[in-house]
């Protein structure tokens, strides 16, 4: 008995220690990267790992408005995030922010003109551009025969059971606002009431809302056609080339991914570190082409294959952009989109 | 042993710290408003509680306890059943028997749910074998029956151990003397068997009820982010919308609900053998 | 007739509750991506397993955290049924019954409440919040699997030994704990099963990286389906097979000598 009491102790001991081990080894040198899901070349984080002796410890969230609360609320302490422009422009209001000190990110001279000083910050104090892409349907051919250029496809009822809409509230809700001939930005509530009058009649007709599953179910032809972001639509169309998409006529969302530091980070130097690092040409590179995404860095471009590059996917012509709104913060107004949103689920 | 009465001191200390507190704590975000950086600012209002009654959130509780209510009464007519067949087994396959039954139960719950997206998925294994036989595939995940089947196949012994454990201890004499006195089978069964078995009845019922009612993983997996079930919506408020005070009021709500379930159902249940499997 | 129906039935239950199981782990040795169909016996999925860094370093959380939760729970719990059953009538009752709190209310709740305690204190979500809710959830079961032990024992044996001139500790040492030990062995497996198993509690109070099997299963199976996970749910199903089995072989040894069986 007394030997196995101090054998108790003993594994005690150890487990006392080794929680103050790895609760140390926490705090010296590793950096919180809280980034989307498959948002990332898994073997870039490695790289920046060996290269500057700093560990990456890396996690994922599924919507810009699961990432905003868990900031938010606090009890966590991330070093670099990759929200979507409108949470951005909210995070900036909110002073949840630290402001980049440009001269530790040399390689933002890459990004191409065109990404920066956008209006959700206009001076880029706070951001730099990481990937940016276009909202639209991805549909398969064999199945779908009709011209697809209109977001009512989603709403035709021949594809009954075969629709995947997105689990995000403010996107699904923009594509009813705009296939209503509504800002994707509006505030208005009749406007907001009709375009959930419209969603809740699509339900009976949605196989399922989804976030990254639509990948592998629109490869595997589990469904006909979806609503996707074009970098996963270049990722899905290499894997099945029934697949193709469309950025449909009425409009749709262009926007932008950034990286930035919360305010609470309290490694701002290692994390431009990263974000300078992601930046270079040849990291970024590898980022766009893992992950299908477009690259804002010009430098990444050159890199190209010529057939991404004339890519009408990744990289839409101008005139297929002119009825794409940027999505703006709502502020308090936000909460009647999740209202809706709830509304419509709770069907 | 008297003296041995301090060795729980740490323990209760714990217990006060981690799960007195929390609970306080919610209680008191149920009754108040602020912002979700909980900076202290908060106001005293039972304008999370008026809000629940609004028809959105009580269709909400309304869809969640008919699904819930509906797998538990599934699983009471595939449980009871398979209880009484174990239990007429003698002990040594009535061991093994039972063991079976606990065995996937003691599997990851998460690994679980996602074997049937395996199985019901659109060109999963069920789809698979239709196509071989050469009929049509089906449509058999993201709807209201794929959702109840995880259910049911997660709950499933819940009710099956509680019936089973009762209808072990039922004296055999009684029936018996009953058949003897000339009631046929189903008059035993509905005179004898179930009345006495009624507390495994309502112990299984209560614990494949609960945990139906407050699940956020079935609906999600199993029923393709359609559903907004309670659990999900407490899943909501605290994860996406930020609003922990509303998502706090909720879980109070679901408590009461389930505490005084409790309550009533532990005067069947003397032995309170519930709830020590989960 | 009837004999042949049961027989039937009970053979669909347990299909019912296998089927899903078996196909996990027939498809783990599926040489192939897709769940329809068949492509010939591979091995590739568990070494990408344990190839694939995420799951690793899940693994390697939930087994830390289901061992020192396993240790710690038991430690406190053991010794707070032996301090619980030593109260007069009224403590031990509401001791009791605030112990059963975490048992009987959904996890959800649990598991919002640990984070709103989290938040409050401000502790950081990650290992620590982790370790210390699997803890919370853990200790009433270990007081549970302990208590009935000490029901079963000779209140006068420890009471003689003190007569005799053993200090507390010292009967405690020698005549109580070796008497319960089956008892908080059943505890301390039950708490560390119940910790491997554990979604919900963790799912909410956990950050910075920090992820267990559940977790990540549960992120993967939304991302869709990944032989990977396939091949996971083998090696995790004869864990806690074996396990299962160590615990059965205990209770129900235990449970036949009392003459019951729960």
Known sequence: MKRSIKYVLLILLIAIIGTVFTGCKKDTDTLNVYNWGDYIAPEVIEEFEKEYGIKVNYSTFDTNEDMYVKVKSGGNSYDVLFPSDYIIEKMIKEDMLLKLDMNNIPNYKNIDEKFKNLDFDPD??????????????IYNKNAVTDKIDSWDALWNEKYSGQILMLNSQRDSIAISLKRLGYSMNSTDKDELEKAK???????????????????????????????VWSGDAVYMMGENENLDYVVPKEGSNLWFDNMVIPSTSKHKKEA???INFMCRPDIALKNT?????????????????????????????????????????????TKEYSRIWTEILAQ | MKQLKWLSYPYIFWMILFIIVPLILVFIFSFTTGDIRLNGDFQFSIENFQRFFDPLYLKVLGKSVNLALKSTIICLLLGYPMAMIISRENIKKRNVMILLFVVPMWMNFLLRTYAWMTLLGKNGVLNFLIKKLGFTPLNFIYNDNAVLLGMVYNFLPFMVLPIYSVLIKMDRSLIEAAEDLGANKVKV??????????????????????????????????????????????????????DWHFGSAISIIMMAFILIGMAITSKFDKEKEGGGLW | MSKFLKKIYTILIFIFLYAPIVVLIVFSFNNSKSRGSWNGFTLKWYIELFKNEEIMKALYYTIIIAVLSAIISTIIGT?????????????????????YLPVLNPDIVTAVSLMTLYRFMNIQLGFLSMLLSHITFCIPYVILSVLPKLKQLNRH?????????????????????PEIMPGIVTGALMAFTLSIDDFVISFFNTGSGVTNLSITVYSMARRGIKPEINALSSLMFLTVLVLLLIINKRTTKDLEKRGDIA
């Open chain 1, 124 to 137: 880029n104090e706070y951001s730099v551009p990481y990937m940016w892409g276009t909202l639209g349907i």
């Open chain 1, 197 to 227: 009058e419209e969603l809740i009649k699509q339900k009976p007709l949605v196989y399922a809302y989804v976030g990254d599953e639509v990948k592998d179910l629109m490869i595997g032809e589990e469904a006909d056609i979806g609503v």
């Open chain 1, 272 to 274: 431009e570190l990263f």
């Open chain 1, 289 to 333: 082409e893992y992950i299908g995404y477009s690259t804002p860095n010009k430098e990444t471009f050159k890199l190209l294959s010529e057939e991404m590059k004339n890519n009408d996917v990744a990289y839409p012509k101008a005139e297929s952009l002119k009825n794409c709104e940027i999505f703006n913060d709502l502020g308090e107004f």
């Open chain 2, 189 to 242: 069964f509905l005179k004898i068997i179930f009345p006495l078995s009624l507390p495994g009845v309502v112990s299984g019922f209560t614990m494949v009820f609960m945990p139906a009612l407050s699940t956020f993983v079935i609906s999600r997996l199993l029923g393709g982010g359609q559903y907004m079930l309670i659990g999900n919506l407490i899943e909501q408020q605290f994860l996406w919308t930020g």
């Open chain 3, 79 to 99: 010794f707070a049924a032996i301090g619980i059953y030593n109260m007069n009538y009224l403590s031990k009752k509401v001791a009791l019954n605030i112990n």
């Open chain 3, 157 to 177: 044996l420890a009471e003689a030994a003190m007569d005799l001139g053993a200090t507390p500790f010292y009967a405690l040492r020698k005549v109580i704990i």
